[in-house]
Structures are given as C-alpha cells and as structure tokens.
C-alpha cells in the first residue's frame, strides 16, 4: 500500500519557524515529482512548492518565495519544506504530494498520490 504521511506542523508565532517532513513507504518514489499543497478554511487547495524527481529544479508559490524551502532525499524517501518567517496568513493544513511522472505542475490534478495533511497554524 503506498503511503505518504506527513509531520511536523503546529502551533508557531509569526515570524517563526517549522520543518515539514513527507515519508513515503509501500514504494519508492525517487523517479516521481513531488510537492506541497496547503488549504485554508473557506479557501481552495493551492501548490507551495513543488520538486521535480531528482531535486536538481524547484518551484515556489510566489506567496512563499524567499521564506520556504522544499527538499527530498531519495534514498530516504522522503520530503520537507523548510518554512521560515511564518505569516498568520500561511495558516492551513499542509499535504505532501507525488505525481506519476518527473515532472509535474501547479495543478493538483497532476499528483496521484496525497498524505492526509498536517495543520500549520501561525498566530499573529
């Protein structure tokens, strides 16, 4: 069964600090694109960062730019996000992603497989 499980959110003031953490496990997940996704209540499911299969590309929401960093490590199979200087406004529960293909996109359509999310909650 392949799972993607994520760890690692809380509660932080603004301007804090938290690492996001995906496991993969069922298989690996080296040859696949990756990325984060987060939710706001009321508000749709919107891409933060995205990984392509080997790490060598990245991709930023324009939101987070400068303030977050995405990672994997293939041989651990597994992902992060680095998220510094939280803002009140990145409240949301964060998933992990990973689509069928090297490469993938913003669009959450182009992912296959989702953790069941981790809340991230920043308060001002």
């Known amino acids: 069964q392949v799972r993607l499980v994520e760890s690692g959110g809380g509660l932080v003031q603004a301007g804090g600090s938290l690492r996001l953490s995906c496991a993969a496990s069922?298989?690996?997940?080296?040859?696949?694109?990756m990325g984060w996704f987060r939710q706001a209540p009321g508000k749709q499911r919107e891409g933060v960062a995205r990984i392509n299969w080997n790490g060598g590309s990245t991709y930023y929401a324009d939101s987070v730019k400068g303030r977050f960093t995405i990672s994997r490590d293939n041989a651990k199979n597994t992902m992060a996000l680095q998220m510094n200087s939280l803002k009140p406004e990145d409240t949301a529960v964060y998933y992990c992603a990973a689509a069928p293909s090297f490469n993938a996109g913003w669009d959450s359509s182009d992912y296959n497989n989702w953790g069941q999310g981790t809340q991230v909650t920043v308060s001002s």
């Open positions: 069922g298989r690996t997940f080296s040859r696949n694109a």
